[in-house]
């Protein structure tokens, strides 16, 4: 593990952990990259990278703006925000 860490310590990769060391904080985000990919990677061809830019922006503002999730008592990310303001 000395190795990996000292190899990404000279290409100045910074790894993304907790002080404990655990990389629990990176699961939102893993979840959120695997949902993208489930809904609009898997089994499309982009014939660009400015197509597939152009489609992650897209699902970005859908994800924050029109996507309900069950865990936010079936509201959007910025629904679920706005409630909380209005409180």
């Known amino acids: 593990m000395k190795i990996y860490s000292h190899r990404l310590k000279e290409e100045r990769i910074f790894q993304s952990m907790s002080r404990k060391g655990n990389c629990h904080d990176n699961s939102v985000m893993e979840n959120f990259f695997g949902l993208l990919k489930q809904e609009i990677y898997y089994g499309v061809v982009y014939?660009?990278?400015?197509?597939?830019?152009?489609?992650i922006e897209r699902y970005i503002k859908y994800y924050n703006e029109?996507?309900?999730?069950?865990?936010?008592?079936?509201?959007?990310?910025?629904?679920?925000?706005?409630?909380?303001l209005a409180a």
């Open 47 to 55: 014939y660009s990278y400015e197509e597939l830019k152009s489609e």
């Open 66 to 84: 029109q996507r309900i999730k069950e865990k936010l008592g079936w509201m959007s990310p910025i629904q679920y925000r706005l409630s909380f």
